[in-house]
């Protein structure tokens, strides 16, 4: 994209029931890599991120706890959900809760608007509710129990009876959007991706839509209905305005001019609130879809879905407590194809780590400015004449460079990485052949040594503003050992579009020595 244009990216808004783990953590950072890749490149970026308060489930969670809906939420957020931006060092422009002022207010506005356009009316409305996933559920996620809850029906995802609930509800008249929202699928193919979400959203609407329920009566720790105050908007149905109301929407018309519509990052299991009911809510309302949806697969432990009811949720502290955050952002962004399920597991991130990051990255960054602190006093030395090889790598930088803005640009972070890595693989290649212990021992090689050297503090030059949004804490180490000023806020204003020039860095600043990016660890969780 052209630099200097919006660029606004959504996690979803996480609802804050139990602690977070590391599904959680793999969505987050993989929008604030998007954001700081845009942010550097330029693009006018906002990241936002949140949480999702209200509901029955977190109400029936406050009594069991003995104090108020709103006491609870406020714990649960400050105790777990703020930290974890700070554990994976996420570096979001917001952070919108739909307990605040500026959310419910401007809630209210927006289906006010709905309701007077007559695109909500009121009927009944029976059907099975699962309090887990505060929704009700479709035939395809009913299954029946088993064990203590055989003969009963019971969510497919959280293996737990439902209720069969009947009530007076508010419906939002989604089925007059079908025609509309195949039309937006044909015309703007990338609006969901990947192809496999695009396809099933495709294949869920070609089927019909009914009218959507958005209101409940039987309790009241929600956003009152503002024409029928003793009803409470659907907590899902909430929960996808805070795109609009975080950025200024009945607030602020110039900040929500600049920065909507948005792309929204989610987990494949909320696809549908994301890429049929939402863009369906907002045509009504007489607003821009989202620019688009982008669905992530699920992070698997010993081949299931992360589940708290199950042990099989793994918080990131496990991990960034035994090998960091970048350790953390690097594993999960390069080891999984994003849009796709992948599995976890200790072994494989212990074995990442070694090869690619400890033997691979860190060991080029420690060698490197190493050899110029022994051969030259610790002074990046001035290039001579290149030769055909060194060229190529300078042809191969700038190649990577490209073929990562472009990957980023389709939302495949890991190809991103993937085309990055080519450089650290192609400078470890190229010291082996050069041997620049064996060039010092001959005065007559001095020129060629420091174009050896010269080639690979460059290379590392590149590295450190092209894995910046993905590893910020090493790269900014990288960055101070290779000379450069001002640490990590002058690595992050590199304009990262431009970080495959050749000749960036200066000849003649001095190095500093380097302790070791990824420290050997002997022992893994």
């Known amino acids: 994209m052209p630099a200097g244009e919006s660029f606004y990216i959504t996690t979803p808004i996480y609802y804050p029931s139990d602690v977070p783990h590391i599904g959680h953590g793999y969505t987050s950072v993989a929008v604030d890599t998007l954001a700081r890749w845009h942010r550097q490149s330029g693009d006018d970026t906002w990241m936002l991120t949140g949480t999702d308060e209200h509901g029955q489930k977190m109400l029936r969670a406050a009594a069991a706890n003995g104090v108020t809906p709103q006491e609870w939420v406020d714990k649960l957020v400050s105790e777990s959900w703020f930290p974890l931006l700070t554990t994976l ?60 809850f055989e003969g009963l029906k019971v969510c497919a995802i959280h293996s737990k009876p439902l209720e069969l609930l009947q009530e007076k509800n508010y419906f939002f008249k989604l089925s007059e959007f079908q025609d509309r929202l195949l039309e937006l699928y044909k015309t703007e193919p990338d609006f969901v991706r990947p192809d496999s979400a695009r396809n099933e959203v495709v294949s869920f609407v070609s089927q019909g839509l009914k009218d959507l329920s958005i209101s409940r009566s039987t309790f009241d720790w929600g956003i009152p209905l503002p024409w029928d105050t003793s009803h409470v908007i659907y907590v899902w149905v909430d929960a996808l305005l805070n795109y609009v109301t975080a950025v200024g929407y009945g607030s602020d018309e110039a900040a929500f001019e600049r920065r909507w519509p948005a792309y929204h990052v989610v987990g494949k299991d909320i696809l549908r609130f994301h890429a049929v009911i939402w863009p369906a809510m907002l045509m009504a309302a007489g607003l821009e879809v989202p620019k688009g949806v982008f669905a992530h697969g699920w992070l698997l432990v010993g081949g299931e879905k992360m589940s708290k009811s199950k042990l099989t949720g793994i918080a990131p502290t496990e991990i960034t407590d035994v090998f960091g955050s970048d350790a953390y952002r690097f594993y999960f962004l390069s080891a999984i194809a994003f849009g796709q399920d992948g599995s976890f597991s200790w072994e494989d991130l212990s074995a990442r780590y070694q090869a690619e990051l400890a033997n691979g990255f860190g060991n080029l960054a420690s060698r490197t400015i190493a050899m110029i602190e022994r051969y030259f006093d610790g002074v990046v030395p001035a290039a001579g004449e290149y030769s055909a090889q060194d060229l190529a790598i300078q042809e191969l930088v700038a190649k990577a460079a490209a073929d990562a803005d472009a990957a980023v640009e389709r939302f495949r972070i890991d190809e991103a990485i993937a085309d990055v890595w080519t450089i650290v693989d192609a400078l470890n290649g190229y010291i082996t052949e050069n041997e620049p212990w064996a060039l010092a021992k001959d005065e007559e090689q001095r020129e060629r040594l420091g174009t050896v050297l010269y080639t690979c503090a460059e290379g590392l030059r590149a590295l450190a503003v092209l894995l910046s949004p993905v590893m910020p804490q090493s790269t900014a180490k990288l960055w101070d050992a290779l000379g450069a000023e001002g640490g990590l806020g002058a690595l992050t204003a590199q304009p990262l579009r431009d970080a495959g020039r050749w000749g960036l860095l200066p000849a003649g600043i001095s190095v500093h020595t380097l302790a070791p990016l990824f420290p050997r660890i002997e022992a893994t969780a």
């Open 89 to 148: 060092d996420v570096a979001n422009d917001d952070f919108i809760r739909t307990t605040q002022e500026r959310h419910e207010t401007n809630v209210q506005v927006f289906f006010q608007k709905l309701y007077d356009a007559g695109y909500i009316y009121a009927g009944e409305y029976e059907a099975l509710y699962c309090v887990g996933c505060e929704e009700f559920k479709p035939e395809s996620e009913i299954v029946d129990g088993t064990g203590p």
